[in-house]
């Protein structure tokens, strides 16, 4: 039976692409830049002398200024010995802390995204000064000449060393610096009730005699590591490393390429740099309409992602400039990255069927609105899914009951021909013709559907909205695999029992194959997440219960044609 064929390849297909997605290249053409270790650092309280460590002898560097006028050498460590303090800053959903060097933003951690939802206290870190788990953000302007520089080695002065959001709906963060020689910069953080998105603001006054040049700039460090690939962790199996949007494209560095080919260097306008792990995101964003030079490298696994501007901007006595960048450090929140420039939300990466993902997340996320569980809303989401291919599905029921009811005769065919293959496939066809049977109907709403359970597949797996959200139950988080696998088992059983509805394959090796998919399927989606589960789960469920009522329909009818034939035989001409 060649449907059966058909339908035996599509699954077997369905099955090594989804196994291909999820464990061995979840994100791009080759696994990149380590395992996401960042999700599993430590929370460290605040040092109580207020000082910070050293920073990372890879940190020392800025980007050199490239325009028309002569280059700059990049900045070496000749900042003071000394440690600089940091200050402390509290908001509703942020904990950062910045290194008055430089006004480095050098700690970042996530109140409301614990690391593991049965150590709520152990939050997600996205920055971190140690080596280990290196994560640094930079900004500073680089100037020409001998003269000391406002860059990430000098020391600001801050009027206090902690800040919280409490009364207002924001909190501004003010940092001095003077060359000594009437040049002041006035940097400031702004946080935002609610938000992971930091503006600064860097304000260059020039009281001095002669004219400043020079340009801002501004540069993410991250630890950069091969991959440790684990079946039993979905999370070592997501892309982990430095992401570029040049105006125009949106692109996953590959740690081997940035190793082997050098680093990436070009420039864009209304373009930013960041690093991405699954759900979390740290961007810089340069304002619009200007133009930068992009860089990306990485040296002794530490990865680096710069911007300068260009071209340089040259500031007379008796004037100031402001320079002005924006940071975005947590979960891809799609509605606040959009908030922050439209192309961040290219970060939530749904691959080649981002046309089908973005509305069902759209989807998934109105119907979370109506519900608040977002176990119920991929539910809900799955039945309408289904009501929208019920025609198509009911047409291809139909079909696959009628096979059902001529499977005896069918059989006869096979017994009567055994011997004579072209002879069997001709009265086979003849019999199809004749009840109207098309045997490729059942395999049809698969092929169909497929793309729709992969684009699924993505919302589930890449949207931070199901990260540790529970369902019911057992189900504590719709993120990561059943830990008692009963929904893989639960969705076995219902492929077993759909099975029963469906005509038996007339080839004894399809049967058995056949019979055998159900456990196959169990064993692949044991340990994908929850929530692709579930979908799943409904979604054969329903398949099962339309079967079920088609095949009685189908068989109410054949038996009535067959009451009517055997009544036009007894009446009397």
């Not at 009027?159 to 963060?173: I, K, M, R, T």
């Not at 793309?451 to 199901?466: D, G, I």
Request: negative net charge; hydrophobic residues 45%.
């Amino acid at each position: 039976m060649d449907n059966q064929r058909l339908l035996i390849w599509a699954t077997f297909g369905l099955l090594l692409w989804i196994t291909y997605q999820a464990w061995v290249q979840d994100y791009g053409a080759r696994p990149a830049n380590g395992q996401p270790r960042v999700e599993q650092a430590e929370v460290r309280p605040p040092a109580d002398d207020l000082h910070a460590p050293a920073l990372p002898s890879d940190a020392v560097d800025a980007p050199a200024m490239a325009d028309e006028a002569p280059v700059l050498e990049g900045v070496t460590n000749e900042g003071p010995e000394d440690s600089a303090a940091t200050i402390r800053i509290v908001t509703d959903v942020l904990d950062v802390e910045i290194n008055t060097r430089g006004g480095t933003v050098q700690r970042a951690r996530l109140l409301e995204y614990p690391v593991e939802k049965e150590q709520p206290d152990t939050l997600v870190e996205l920055l971190d000064p140690g080596s280990t788990d290196l994560g640094l953000i930079q900004i500073g302007l680089n100037s020409a000449g001998d003269a000391p520089k406002a860059d990430h080695n000098a020391v600001f002065s801050a009027p206090a060393n902690h800040y919280a959001l409490v009364g207002s709906d924001e909190v501004v963060v003010p940092l001095t610096w003077t060359d000594g020689q009437g040049v002041t910069v006035e940097k400031t953080y702004r946080f935002t009730r609610g938000s992971y998105r930091i503006d600064i603001t860097q304000w260059l006054i020039n009281e001095g005699v002669a004219d400043w040049r020079g340009a801002e700039y501004a540069q993410m460090l991250r630890r950069s590591r091969p991959p440790d690939r684990s079946m039993f962790d979905v999370n070592s199996y997501s892309f982990d490393g430095p992401i570029i949007y040049d105006g125009a494209e949106y692109e996953k560095l590959d740690r081997e390429d940035l190793i082997d080919d050098g680093p990436l260097a070009q420039n864009a306008v209304d373009g930013w740099v960041g690093f991405i792990q699954r759900h979390f995101v740290a961007a810089i964003v340069p304002p619009s309409g200007n133009e930068y030079v992009y860089n990306v490298s990485i040296r002794d696994n530490v990865a680096r992602s710069s911007l300068i501007s260009t071209p340089s901007v040259v500031v007379s006595p008796g004037n100031e400039h402001a320079f002005e960048t924006t940071l975005f450090i947590g979960p891809k929140l799609q509605k606040q990255m959009e908030g922050v420039v439209e192309s961040l939300k290219l970060s939530v990466d749904y691959g080649w069927l981002t046309i089908l993902s973005e509305p069902l997340f759209w989807l998934l996320n109105l119907v979370y609105s109506f519900v608040a569980n977002w176990g119920a809303a991929i539910i809900v989401v799955t039945i309408l899914i289904k009501a929208a291919f019920y025609k198509l599905t009911e047409a291809s029921g139909r079909s696959m009951a009628k096979m059902r009811e001529i499977q005896p005769r069918m059989k006869a065919i096979q017994d009567r021909y055994k011997d004579d293959r072209q002879a069997q496939s001709q009265a086979m066809m003849e019999l199809y013709k004749r009840e109207k049977v098309n045997p490729a109907a059942g395999c049809l709403p698969i092929l169909i559907q497929m793309p729709f359970f992969l684009a699924f597949y993505w919302v589930l797996l890449e949207s931070v909205e199901m990260r540790q959200a529970p369902f019911a139950l057992w189900i504590s988080d719709l993120s990561v695999r059943d830990p008692y696998f009963i929904l893989p088992i639960l969705m076995g059983a219902a492929m077993l029992f759909q099975q029963k509805l469906n005509p038996t394959p007339g080839d004894p090796v399809q049967a058995k194959v056949m019979q055998i998919m159900p456990i196959m399927f169990t064993g692949f989606f044991a340990f994908f997440p929850a929530g692709l589960v579930l979908y799943w789960v409904t979604n054969t469920v329903l398949s099962v219960a339309q079967q079920w009522y088609i095949n009685k329909v189908v068989h109410e009818e054949a038996v009535a044609r067959k009451g009517g034939k055997k009544k036009d035989k007894q009446t009397p001409s």
